[in-house]
T-cell receptor
Framework: EPEVTQTPSHQVTQMGQEVILRCVPISNHLYFYWYRQILGQKVEFLVSFYNNEISEKSEIFDDQFSVERPDGSNFTLKIRSTKLEDSAMYFC????????????FGPGTRLTVT | AQSVTQLGSHVSVSEGALVLLRCNYSSSVPPYLFWYVQYPNQGLQLLLKYTSAATLVKGINGFEAEFKKSETSFHLTKPSAHMSDAAEYFCAVSDAGGTSYGKLTFGQGTILTVHP
């Protein structure tokens, strides 16, 4: 069964460094999302992406964040200058089309900023 | 704006007992509702969904949920708990019928413990 994959499973970085989290959505899906979950808190929406552009973003998704679908299969989240408070589990999700409402999630990348 | 409240951050049941995980939502447009399960060190797996068809929705692993508009609830139930049901469960709402591109708003999660 097709699934969303994410790499790496765990990333440790120093404050101020750039990180890129990678996702491979399910191949025929058209809508892509990033969410994050800070330890002990809710899963929070970051950004949605469709037709090679951001369709919606949350207040969390500031200028330090960017997303890209560089090659038609990968979907990346970049954090330009990481802060301690960026430490969280980051989930990628994809959805096949607008009329199909369920999203399929990857296993997540745990980002630890030291 | 949408929101989800899950009553009870921890629920503990005996194996074979009824599982009831509570979820209440708030939405300004007709909602689409989901339950996801997260096993340790894994991602979020879709259990079931409500998208304005039947109000009683059946999902995987014997779970079901009933959409009650008058109570703004979407509680998750399973008649007989199994040890393998131990996990964290998340209720989520989407306004896919509105102007958003279907972002999910999650509740805070309920950790289900099943003891022998």
């Amino acid at each position: 069964e097709p699934e969303v994959t994410q790499t790496p499973s765990h990333q440790v970085t120093q404050m101020g460094q750039e990180v890129i989290l990678r996702c491979v959505p399910i191949s025929n899906h058209l809508y892509f999302y990033w969410y994050r979950q800070i330890l002990g808190q809710k899963v929070e929406f970051l950004v949605s992406f469709y037709n090679n552009e951001i369709s919606e973003k949350s207040e969390i998704f500031d200028d330090q964040f960017s997303v890209e679908r560089p090659d038609g299969s990968n979907f990346t989240l970049k954090i330009r200058s990481t802060k301690l408070e960026d430490s969280a589990m980051y989930f990628c999700a994809s959805r096949i089309q607008l009329s199909s409402y369920e999203q399929y999630f990857g296993p997540g990348t745990r980002l630890t900023v030291t | 704006a949408q929101s989800v409240t899950q009553l009870g951050s921890h629920v503990s049941v005996s194996e074979g007992a009824l599982v009831l995980l509570r979820c209440n939502y708030s939405s300004s447009v007709p909602p689409y509702l989901f339950w996801y399960v997260q096993y340790p060190n894994q991602g979020l797996q879709l259990l079931l969904k409500y998208t304005s068809a039947a109000t009683l929705v059946k999902g995987i692993n014997g779970f079901e949920a009933e959409f009650k508009k008058s109570e703004t609830s979407f509680h998750l139930t399973k008649p007989s708990a199994h040890m393998s049901d131990a996990a964290e469960y998340f209720c989520a709402v989407s306004d896919a019928g509105g102007t958003s591109y279907g972002k999910l708003t999650f509740g805070q999660g309920t950790i289900l413990t099943v003891h022998p």
